[in-house]
């Protein structure tokens, strides 16, 4: 009796259906097959923020701010944002400033799953950002971090993930060229560990110190990442 009522169970699980609105539904690609037929405005999320992510700028030496880990930590943003918000406040507070930041590198992510609405959600690593985790000292915790992004759309021969990861793992320090960004979809929490929302996004040059942490700040020691050897 006990096997019949196994059987039973087992036939009628057998044709239990899962409803679809429970089913992971895949995010839409826009027809983009790679970033580079990616709309800077991306495909869904916030097309304003998208747009500053993608932007393909060089900034000019004469306009490029040094900056410091202070420097972040004081520029102001909203308590609240409301997706597809032109950005004219968040321009007025810094946004498009073009900066250079020297610090240590201790951690390189990137997107492989393709869950970014600036780059189509596509996927594989080529079509996504490195996402950069960056501290003013050498030992500090991910939670005082500032955040840097290379995106697929300036990403010079050289800049490879590996690079980066090998950087990473040595806490190498690195000067970062690019423009500020308010990363407003993290508002209010949810976002990535860091001391603050305000990123370098795009990363537009990044130099490795090779040298003396002491000569690199004294100006000496810099090699541009596109030359530093693959580890």
């Given at each position: 009796m006990k096997t019949?009522?196994?059987i039973t169970l087992v036939l009628a699980l057998s044709f239990v259906v899962i409803p679809t609105s429970f089913a992971k539904k895949a995010k839409s690609t826009c027809a983009a097959t790679g970033f580079g037929d990616c709309p800077v405005k991306g495909c869904g999320g916030d097309p304003e923020l998208n747009?500053?992510?993608?932007?393909t700028t060089t900034p000019a030496a004469a306009d490029v701010e040094k900056f410091k880990r202070a420097d972040f930590v004081k520029l102001k943003f909203p308590?609240?944002?409301?997706s597809g918000t032109?950005?004219?406040l968040l321009e007025s507070w810094g946004e498009d400033k073009a900066v250079e930041y020297e610090a240590y590198l201790i951690k390189t992510k990137?997107?492989?799953s393709g869950m970014e609405s600036c780059n189509c959600n596509l996927k594989k690593e080529e079509n996504n950002d490195f996402h950069l985790v960056t501290v003013s000292q050498k030992n500090a915790s991910e939670d005082s971090s500032v955040t840097?992004?290379?995106t697929p759309r300036i990403r010079l021969d050289g800049w490879t993930f590996s690079k980066l990861t090998d950087l990473s793992n040595k806490k190498s320090y690195v000067k970062i060229t690019g423009f500020l960004m308010l990363d407003t979809q993290h508002l209010g929490g949810g976002g990535p560990a860091r001391v603050t929302d305000w990123e370098i996004h795009p990363v537009t040059a990044l130099k490795v110190c090779t040298g003396s942490v002491t000569g690199c700040k004294a100006g000496s020691g810099w090699e541009d990442l596109a030359t530093v050897p693959e580890p």
């Amino acid at each position: 009796m006990k096997t019949l009522k196994l059987i039973t169970l087992v036939l009628a699980l057998s044709f239990v259906v899962i409803p679809t609105s429970f089913a992971k539904k895949a995010k839409s690609t826009c027809a983009a097959t790679g970033f580079g037929d990616c709309p800077v405005k991306g495909c869904g999320g916030d097309p304003e923020l998208n747009k500053k992510k993608n932007s393909t700028t060089t900034p000019a030496a004469a306009d490029v701010e040094k900056f410091k880990r202070a420097d972040f930590v004081k520029l102001k943003f909203p308590a609240s944002w409301t997706s597809g918000t032109k950005r004219t406040l968040l321009e007025s507070w810094g946004e498009d400033k073009a900066v250079e930041y020297e610090a240590y590198l201790i951690k390189t992510k990137h997107y492989p799953s393709g869950m970014e609405s600036c780059n189509c959600n596509l996927k594989k690593e080529e079509n996504n950002d490195f996402h950069l985790v960056t501290v003013s000292q050498k030992n500090a915790s991910e939670d005082s971090s500032v955040t840097a992004e290379i995106t697929p759309r300036i990403r010079l021969d050289g800049w490879t993930f590996s690079k980066l990861t090998d950087l990473s793992n040595k806490k190498s320090y690195v000067k970062i060229t690019g423009f500020l960004m308010l990363d407003t979809q993290h508002l209010g929490g949810g976002g990535p560990a860091r001391v603050t929302d305000w990123e370098i996004h795009p990363v537009t040059a990044l130099k490795v110190c090779t040298g003396s942490v002491t000569g690199c700040k004294a100006g000496s020691g810099w090699e541009d990442l596109a030359t530093v050897p693959e580890p």
